[in-house]
């Protein structure tokens, strides 16, 4: 897909000829597996949108080295919006990293503020991402808030299998090169917690793990654990 036509897919409420003024004012950039992209707190240059890759973005703890990662990021979805949009000093409310090799546009704040002036069109399409987002994190919340460690783990890894799973028999193989530590950070729990949760999993042949790939091969226990609905389980996979 080319870049025009990659950026009206993730704005479709803007004609083409500004969709070739948009990809005009769009920065190809790459980052390495593991690199860093923002750091929580600096200033926020622009709109970042994922073309290939994935991202993990988080927040740090008040106090301390702890972190959390809130989300992975994949193809077509952005960060740095809200950073540009408020009156405020923009600065990056969260982290974002490289989790493989990844091509991103970057929209430098004052060109996007000066474009989304002239074309209010793009305003529908970032009010629908906003407020996505704002469904998702109230999930996230009560989710994070109330259900238990099993459950959020069978969430996760359903959802997960889901997007980026791989189907091999009677098995759902995941191979994302997310490291147990991102995991347990995802889910709020600390490294200990979470390979408990596995091992528990393991003992239940509910999955197998090998390294930084894990198997789901009994997905109607899995499901059963997560006491999920498809509107819910849909939810979910929009947080990862």
């Not at 990293?97 to 209010?120: G, P, Q, V, W």
């Not at 390979?195 to 528990?200: G, I, S």
């Amino acid at each position: 897909m080319n870049k025009n036509a990659f950026i009206a897919s993730v704005f479709p409420s803007l004609r083409d000829k500004e969709i070739e003024k948009l990809g005009q004012l769009s920065l190809p950039v790459q980052y390495d597996e593991g690199e860093l992209i923002v750091q929580e707190g600096s200033y926020a240059a622009g709109v970042y949108i994922i073309r290939t890759g994935l991202l993990s973005v988080g927040k740090h703890a008040s106090k301390g080295k702890d972190k959390r990662v809130l989300r992975f990021l994949g193809p077509g979805e952005m960060f740095g919006v809200e950073a540009v949009f408020l009156e405020r000093e923009p600065i990056n409310v969260r982290y974002a990293k490289a989790l493989t090799d990844s091509t991103l546009l970057f929209f430098e704040r004052a060109n996007i503020l000066a474009f989304s002036k002239a074309h209010s069109a793009l305003y529908i399409d970032l009010c629908r991402w906003l407020s996505r987002e704002v469904i998702m994190l109230e999930f996230k919340l009560t989710r994070d808030a109330v259900e238990s460690i099993d459950r959020n783990l069978a969430l996760v890894l359903i959802a997960l299998a889901n997007k980026y799973g791989d189907k091999k028999g009677s098995g759902i193989t995941l191979d994302l090169p997310i490291p147990r530590q991102t995991l347990a950070e995802m889910l709020g729990v600390s490294i200990e917690t979470l390979m408990r949760a596995l091992k528990r999993f393991r003992e239940r042949r509910l999955i197998t793990t090998a390294k930084s790939r894990i198997t789901l091969i009994d997905m109607e226990s899995l499901q059963a654990r997560a006491q999920t609905t498809p509107f819910y389980l849909s939810i979910v996979e929009e947080t990862l």
